[in-house]
């Protein structure tokens, strides 16, 4: 089989990818080690940028989203009980919206099966080959049979464990990394919100968040040692914990009900350097992790895709490869300013284990600071609401 972009990989980067090059007549083919049922019970993130929502647009899958969608001009941070509202709509003019990445994920795989452009589901012991030459393929085992596609590119959509980042030479890419020692608690209930922002709350218990993905179904976290494991935490557990991190008003706000789904993120930052090795392109949590304090790591799958989508689009359209061969400057610029934000925002929020009582100071004084000061407000909302791509 031939095609022009393989694609690895069918979370939001590889189907937001695939939808672009489907849509502009360049064939693609997804191959995808899980089943589409498993892809969509990964609860993820849900705050998309407005160069996400107009990229979702682009690719044809901005209708449910523009219905359903929960358009915030705001979110608040919360220090030892003290509360302030980061005005996103004043302080940039942007605003972003609320909406599941399962939700994202559902559009494309709808849009994908509608358009009928191939996806191999459940495809085992993925391998690429000569990507490094002028004929990269992939090969992969589905239905009990090896195949092999050929192709011109191969787009590394596969995740931070995946196989593509995997297959570069050792001597050919440079990693950096933060491993940070907790991770998130997670749990999705269906009750209303208890607020109808976004509040990111740090207190002496640790940090906590209340979102949402409707005004009906909620969507908490409790930061947790690096090694918990959800079982250890009954609902009631979770919920009892949450409140006495937020503030009283919020905390008096929170609705408890059954868990929907409950699960732990260890927290990360990570980029690859670069993300381009011949014919293999890296794009989304393939290349990059970040911790999901900022929200950055669906909008970054999404810049990223953008700038991959232009280069692959001017080398068959124009016969120029000027936007391929600027791909990974261009996408990393972006990935490490998110990077940075994130892991501000992490700092800033977390209660660190072996934190100093010089620590706790400064980062009292950091929000401090942060809250009386309009420039550091204006920088964290220019952030938060997306840098431009
Ligand atoms: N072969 C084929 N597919 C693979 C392989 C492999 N060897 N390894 C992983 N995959 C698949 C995974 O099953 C997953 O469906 O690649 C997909 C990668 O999707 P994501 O991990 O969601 O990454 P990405 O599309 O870049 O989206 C980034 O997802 O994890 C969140 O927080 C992250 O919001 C961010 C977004
Ligand atoms: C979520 O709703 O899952 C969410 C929102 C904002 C974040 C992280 C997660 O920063």
Not at 291 to 318: C, I, Q, W
Request: aromatic share 10%; with cysteine; hydrophobic share 40%.
């Amino acid at each position: 089989m031939h095609t022009q972009v393989v694609i690895v990989g069918a979370g939001p980067a590889g189907l937001l990818l695939g939808q672009l090059l489907t849509r502009h007549g360049i064939d693609n083919v997804i191959i995808e080690r899980r089943g589409p049922d498993h892809v969509l019970a990964r609860i993820r993130a849900g705050v998309l940028e407005q160069g996400t929502v107009a990229l979702l647009h682009e690719a044809g899958v901005g209708q449910r989203l523009a219905e359903e969608g929960l358009a915030h001009d705001g979110f608040s941070i919360a220090f030892e009980g003290r509360q302030h509202r980061v005005d996103l709509k004043g302080l940039t003019g942007k605003q972003v919206t609320v909406y599941g990445q399962t939700e994202v994920t559902q559009d494309l795989m709808e849009a994908r099966r509608a358009a009928g452009t191939t996806s191999f589901y459940e495809a085992e012991d993925v391998q690429l080959h000569d990507f490094d030459g002028a004929s990269p393929r992939v090969s992969f085992t589905y239905e009990g049979k090896r195949r092999r596609v050929a192709c011109d590119f191969i787009a590394g959509c596969d995740g931070f464990h995946g196989a593509c980042r995997a297959s570069v030479p050792a001597g050919a890419i440079e990693t950096f990394e933060r491993v940070y020692p907790f991770g998130w608690l997670g749990l999705l209930t269906d009750r209303p919100p208890a607020s109808h922002e976004l509040v990111y709350a740090s207190s002496a218990f640790g940090f906590a968040l209340c979102s949402m993905r409707s005004p009906t179904r909620s969507r908490y976290y409790v930061q947790v040692p690096r090694d918990e494991s959800a079982e250890a935490w009954s609902d009631e557990r979770f919920f009892a914990e949450l409140r006495r991190r937020l503030p009283d008003e919020v905390a008096a706000a929170v609705t408890p009900g059954p868990s929907l789904e409950k699960s732990v993120a260890p927290l990360r930052s990570f980029v690859a350097e670069p993300l381009r090795f011949g014919r293999l392109f890296l794009a989304g949590d393939a290349g990059h992790i970040v911790p999901p304090t900022g929200a950055k790591g669906l909008n970054l799958a999404a810049s990223d895709v953008h700038y991959l989508f232009e280069g692959l689009r001017e080398h068959y359209a124009e016969r120029s490869d000027a936007g391929l061969d600027a791909y990974s400057a261009r996408a990393l610029a972006r990935v490490w300013k998110a990077v940075r934000f994130s892991w501000s925002m992490t700092n800033l929020l977390h209660l660190f284990p072996e934190a100093s009582p010089f620590d706790q100071r400064i980062r009292r004084a950091e929000f401090d600071y942060l809250v009386q000061s309009q420039a550091a407000l204006a920088s964290v909302a220019e952030n938060y609401v997306g840098l431009p791509y």
